[in-house]
């Protein structure tokens, strides 16, 4: 059995086997299926009566010669599913709703965001991936891959996961949490922070708890992890004991940062990230 961490959306294993990954990823021009519409961190979505839906069939015809880029998720309930990239100058259309995939804010179901977020992604690195990073060349797609290749070079390149660490630390029945400026007022979460070239996620870990709030860690336990596409960053969250030092908050980083009673927290992150799933089930002793 699967950890529940893995049900996190985002993480495909959310969509419990109703989205199939494509690799088959051709664009023919008959295209019928689920339309994931995003412009920048918004997906356009339209309301059934319970909540929101992502439109299916052909492509509204509010976005028709509004769609940037178009790429092939793969399926999902057995449709093809689309990821399309909006003009940013379509403001509205008429019949849907521009809605955030962001977890702080969204009213978007579990499903439709993790859906979301894989199309974000998937547009991002086509933009990102134009050109051969070797020598400048057009680089062309792969068939049946997401990769691309340089017609002139031969170098080839897949779409880049930016591995992240995120560390709960207790001491008894307190939790260490910092926090950073521009957050909702009041909140605060975990320290985090990308993997530096040629460490270890343990190093990587032990590191931002000491350049952030300046302490040492000891005991370090994997806890799970959460694919986070804004755009493309693998958070990997641990467990850790407070091994000693005094707290130094480093102000290039953060706000604040202090010890909280796990009796007495303050507002925490949204219920759809791995730090609050981290809270939620490990800060009690």
Same mark, same amino acid.
């Given at each position: 059995?699967?950890?529940?961490?893995?049900?996190?959306?985002?993480?495909?294993?959310?969509?419990?086997?109703?989205?199939?990954?494509?690799?088959?990823?051709?664009?023919?021009?008959?295209?019928?299926?689920?339309?994931?519409?995003?412009?920048?961190?918004?997906?356009?979505?339209?309301?059934?009566?319970?909540?929101?839906?992502?439109?299916?069939?052909?492509?509204?015809?509010?976005?028709?010669?509004?769609?940037?880029?178009?790429?092939?998720?793969?399926?999902?309930?057995?449709?093809?599913?689309?990821?399309?990239?909006?003009?940013?100058?379509?403001?509205?259309?008429?019949?849907?709703?521009?809605?955030?995939?962001?977890?702080?804010?969204?009213?978007?179901? /579990?499903?439709?965001? *993790? +859906?979301? &977020?894989? !199309?974000?992604?998937?547009?991002?690195? =086509? $933009?990102?991936?134009?050109?051969?990073?070797?020598?400048?060349?057009?680089?062309?797609?792969?068939?049946?891959?997401?990769?691309?290749?340089?017609?002139?070079?031969?170098?080839?390149?897949?779409?880049?996961?930016?591995?992240?660490?995120?560390?709960?630390?207790?001491?008894?029945?307190?939790?260490?949490?910092?926090?950073?400026?521009?957050?909702?007022?009041?909140?605060?979460?975990?320290?985090?922070?990308?993997? /530096?070239?040629?460490? *270890? +996620?343990? &190093?990587? !870990?032990?590191?931002?708890?000491?350049? =952030? $709030?300046?302490?040492?860690?000891?005991?370090?336990?994997?806890?799970?992890?959460?694919?986070?596409?804004?755009?493309?960053?693998?958070?990997?969250?641990?467990?850790?004991?407070?091994?000693?030092?005094?707290?130094?908050?480093?102000?290039?980083?953060?706000?604040?940062?202090?010890?909280?009673?796990?009796?007495?927290?303050?507002?925490?992150?949204?219920?759809?990230?791995?730090?609050?799933?981290?809270?939620?089930?490990?800060?009690?002793?």
């Amino acid at each position: 059995m699967l950890p529940l961490c893995v049900y996190l959306p985002f993480n495909r294993e959310s969509l419990k086997g109703k989205f199939v990954f494509g690799k088959n990823l051709d664009t023919p021009g008959d295209r019928h299926g689920f339309w994931l519409l995003v412009q920048s961190q918004n997906l356009f979505v339209c309301e059934d009566g319970t909540g929101w839906r992502v439109p299916r069939g052909s492509l509204p015809k509010a976005f028709e010669g509004k769609v940037e880029l178009l790429v092939r998720l793969g399926t999902y309930l057995g449709d093809p599913c689309w990821a399309g990239s909006v003009v940013p100058d379509l403001e509205s259309a008429p019949g849907f709703q521009r809605e955030t995939l962001l977890p702080i804010q969204t009213r978007l179901t /579990d499903d439709v965001l *993790s +859906l979301g &977020g894989l !199309a974000h992604q998937a547009i991002h690195w =086509e $933009v990102t991936s134009r050109h051969c990073p070797q020598c400048g060349e057009r680089a062309v797609r792969m068939e049946g891959e997401w990769g691309k290749r340089c017609p002139r070079c031969a170098y080839e390149h897949y779409p880049h996961l930016h591995p992240a660490v995120i560390v709960l630390v207790r001491d008894g029945d307190r939790v260490l949490l910092t926090r950073k400026s521009f957050w909702p007022k009041g909140r605060y979460g975990l320290i985090a922070g990308f993997v /530096d070239a040629g460490e *270890s +996620l343990e &190093g990587a !870990a032990s590191r931002e708890v000491r350049e =952030e $709030v300046g302490v040492e860690i000891r005991d370090l336990q994997y806890a799970g992890s959460q694919y986070w596409p804004f755009p493309s960053q693998l958070m990997i969250g641990f467990l850790a004991a407070y091994a000693g030092g005094e707290l130094r908050v480093s102000r290039d980083e953060l706000e604040d940062a202090r010890w909280f009673s796990v009796g007495d927290l303050p507002d925490l992150p949204p219920r759809l990230s791995i730090a609050r799933f981290l809270l939620d089930h490990y800060a009690h002793p």
